[in-house]
């Protein structure tokens, strides 16, 4: 099947004092969609110009096609980004900043070089812009040019460092969708940045995901979404109600729990769960938009009062305080009952919505209050 | 009325300029066309007579001698202050600020004493001849004053710093991930230099020209100085005749030529600049 385009073995980077990259080890396959997904600061853009070369490392590897390309600079390396804010030349116009690559390298003649620029602008779907100047361009137009240009190197691996970040929400939407496609389409091995895990999710073949220069999870879109293998990656992807509990019972299929003074089951799901013990403190994640409210009793539920009800578009937004903890529930249909502040309803989910975690010990620091409780 | 309120803070400056600049400047034009008696005193009597001294072969070459000196002195201030300005802009922020304090500090003395110092250091007697005399490397003193190189050093010397704060901006302000662009595409140092960097930093380099060319047009006590009088530029021409020729109409007409030359380069000046700006909005 698919074989590692690039290995990234053990990296270290500092920068001063503050250490980036913990021992970030990752193989990239050939021909796949790759996102490096995290908060600003998690080291993710780091890498990307670690692979590109524009920061050196100071330990550990970088493997292209089994050869290290650690100590080449970024003009012997076969890759190329495409920048945050585009980097276009502003004082060349659109062909010139595309044919920038091969006139450099000298890899073509002048007649070849006419014919590829025409080649990947249509791939990018800006035939006939060549004579415009860069600033006579939009947002999304400068973001096409970008990656025409290094597209045309026909690069190992195109290196993407959120390049959708200035456009507006739904030119950003469009832009996933053209993204993944030219992806599929060039066959070329795309590594991407971003914080968006919206983004990540659409996308992407496999998402890592970082935080503080750890890698936390390696992973399909589903595969992250799903089963998160810690804390972090449950509370960064997806909106989870996060909560403290007490395992009472460890079963084949299920686990009871005490939440506050409720107890309920849970179905075993992850393999992160068999590292808890009965009798410890563990952490139940659940997806609020799997969640459901009813006003009669049903079986396996928590019963509480209804804090505040927000009406936010097509979803509700209901918060519920069981037994002392406070729970955010997200409906997108009219609830199955009608319920005011104050009334007594029953809280449910479903079972794939639900996961239980390991204690980890900075909960109080990932979990932040001002979101959860 | 709302025109009006929106310039009103204008106003003040325009009034600086219209009193000492403006009215002088007029007056110096209207007195170029006017004559003068033989104790030089001035007579309103319309003439172009001293337009047309200014094509007198004499006066042409000193013309001629002025712009060789403020275009020889432009080049070799880019070419040694492009390099000082392109190090300067990569320093850290905290040697960056010392640097360029460290080019501004000599604006602190005065011109005439700077220009007085490099006699005492190129002058016959001076400190290089008597040290190269000590050492018995030369047996008589190197003839190092009053030569049109004199002139050219004291004047790249003096008009440097306007050049090497000039090309410092727009190296400064010059986008970093374009030359990491140009790396990643493939680009070394020298290449991305030669097409990113020195195209971008061209307002600069116009900017900084500008800036060295018109005063080394105008600078006449460092030819007095330091050129010993044997070569002669527009500035002591111009002074000259005021001062010991007593005719001011034809200093006047002088002068607007000298003007006419400063406002071809701040035309092309212009045309660089404009160019450039519309390309980098």
Not at chain 1, 270 to 278: E, G, T
Not at chain 1, 311 to 320: C, E, P
Not at chain 2, 32 to 51: A, Q
Not at chain 2, 221 to 227: M, Q, R
Request: hydrophobic share 45%; charged share 20%.
């Amino acid at each position: 099947m698919k074989k590692p385009l690039l290995n990234l073995i053990n990296m270290n980077k500092y920068f001063g004092t503050s250490h980036i990259l913990k021992d970030i080890s990752l193989d990239i396959m050939d021909g796949e969609f790759l996102t490096l997904l995290g908060p600003s600061g998690c080291g993710k853009t780091t890498i990307l110009r670690c692979i590109a070369g524009l920061e050196n490392i100071d330990s550990g590897d970088i493997l292209l096609n089994g050869n290290s390309i650690k100590d080449l600079p970024p003009n012997k390396r076969n890759v190329n980004t495409v920048f945050q804010n585009y980097a276009l030349f502003p004082h060349l116009n659109i062909f010139d900043n595309v044919a920038y690559g091969p006139r450099i390298k000298k890899s073509m003649t002048e007649d070849q070089i006419k014919k590829r620029v025409a080649e990947v602008l249509e791939l990018v779907q800006m035939t006939g812009y060549e004579k415009r100047m860069t600033n006579q361009l939009s947002g999304g137009q400068r973001q096409r040019i970008a990656i025409a240009r290094a597209l045309i190197n026909e690069p190992d691996i195109l290196l993407l460092d959120e390049p959708l970040g200035a456009l507006d929400l739904k030119l950003r939407k469009y832009m996933q969708t053209e993204l993944a496609g030219l992806q599929k389409q060039t066959k070329t091995t795309f590594v991407y940045v971003t914080h968006d895990q919206e983004e990540a999710l659409n996308m992407s073949d496999r998402i890592v995901v970082l935080n503080k220069g750890v890698i936390q999870q390696v992973g399909s879109p589903r595969d992250i979404y799903k089963n998160p293998n810690n804390l972090f990656v449950a509370d960064f992807i997806g909106d989870r109600n996060i909560k403290k509990v007490k395992v009472l019972e460890i079963h084949d299929e299920y686990s009871k729990i005490k939440l506050g003074n409720s107890i309920i089951n849970i179905r075993n799901t992850n393999n992160m769960q068999r590292s808890i013990q009965s009798g410890e403190i563990a952490i139940l994640a659940v997806h609020t938009d799997k969640m459901r409210i009813t006003c009669n009793n049903t079986p396996n539920s928590l019963s509480g009062e209804i804090v505040s009800v927000h009406y936010a578009g097509s979803q509700i937004r209901t918060r519920v305080n069981v037994g002392g903890e406070k729970i955010t529930v997200i409906e997108y249909q009219n609830n199955d009952c009608d319920y005011e502040i104050g009334d007594m309803v029953h809280v449910s989910w479903e079972e794939s919505g639900a996961i239980l975690l390991p204690m980890e010990d900075d909960f109080d620091e990932i979990v932040k209050s001002e979101f959860h409780t | 009325m709302k025109k009006f309120k929106q310039n009103a803070p204008a106003i003040p400056i325009l009034v600086w300029f219209g009193l000492l600049v403006g009215i002088p400047l007029i007056f110096v034009l209207v007195l170029s066309f006017l004559s003068r008696d033989s104790l030089g005193n001035i007579v309103v009597e319309f003439t172009l007579d001293n337009y047309k001294r200014i094509f007198d072969p004499i006066y042409l070459k000193v013309f001629f001698n002025s712009f060789l000196l403020a275009t020889l002195t432009a080049l070799i201030t880019l070419l040694i202050g492009y390099p000082v300005a392109y190090f300067t802009a990569k320093l850290e922020t905290k040697k960056k600020a010392l640097a360029i304090l460290l080019i501004i500090l000599p604006f602190w003395i005065s011109s005439l004493l700077r220009t007085y110092g490099w006699i005492i250091l190129l002058g016959n007697r001076g400190l290089i001849n008597n040290i190269l005399l000590n050492l018995h490397i030369i047996d008589k003193p190197l003839g190092m004053m009053y030569k049109f190189g004199t002139i050219l050093t004291g004047t790249a010397y003096m008009l440097i710093p306007f050049m090497i704060i000039a090309i410092y901006n727009s190296v400064d302000k010059l986008d970093k991930s374009l030359l990491e662009a140009s790396y990643d595409l493939g680009a070394g140092k020298w290449k991305t230099f030669f097409s990113i960097t020195l195209p971008l930093t061209i307002p600069g380099i116009a900017g900084g020209f500008t800036l060295v060319f018109i005063p080394a047009l105008g600078l006449y006590f460092i030819s007095d100085l330091l050129g010993g009088g044997k070569n002669i530029f527009l500035g002591n021409l111009i002074n000259s005749m005021v001062t010991k020729g007593r005719n001011r109409p034809l200093a006047a007409a002088f002068s607007v030529g000298m003007i006419v030359m400063v406002l071809i380069v701040l035309f092309i000046y212009n045309r660089i600049t404009r160019n450039n700006k519309e390309r980098l909005l």
